[in-house]
């Protein structure tokens, strides 16, 4: 384990229940998700130091284009874990507009401003399923 070990990456929706997102590897094929959902991201990581002001920030691209940038305060931890945190819950774009694939890249920072780790994702909004 390296100092920061970020171990599962999950998306919670009523929409659709509880979706592993895929870490390292380079056949990751983008996560499909229905326009409109409403997901919180769930990170589990462990750490062998403490941390004092941890945050997580992400960016979300799409053609390349930066769309938003979120830094969430996650607080200090004590060494070991695995610590789980839940971040808010976003409503995903709806519309034929929104369609498409996109790419989220998260990084954890120390209080210092240390890159701790960081993960690259592509999603993909779809069409609501029919009622």
């Known amino acids: ?15 659709f ?22 997901v919180a991201v769930v990170l589990s990581f462990r750490t062998d130091t403490e941390i004092d002001g941890l945050k997580f920030e992400e960016t979300r691209s ?3 284009r930066r769309l938003t940038a979120l830094t969430h305060m996650l607080g200090g931890f004590r060494a070991g ?36 780790a960081q993960e690259t994702h592509s999603f993909r909004i779809e069409p609501p399923p029919p009622n």
């Open 17 to 38: 229940g509880r979706l592993d997102v895929p870490l390292r590897g380079d056949k990751r094929e983008p996560v499909a998700l229905p326009a409109g959902a409403v």
């Open 1 to 15: 384990m390296s100092d920061f070990d970020l171990m599962d990456v999950t998306l919670v929706s009523e929409d």
């Open 81 to 116: 874990g695995p610590y789980e945190v839940r971040l808010p819950a976003e409503r995903l774009p709806v519309g034929p507009a929104s369609w498409g694939t996109y790419e989220a890249t998260g990084r954890f920072l120390d209080g210092d401003g240390r890159e701790l």
């Open 62 to 64: 799409r053609e390349g």
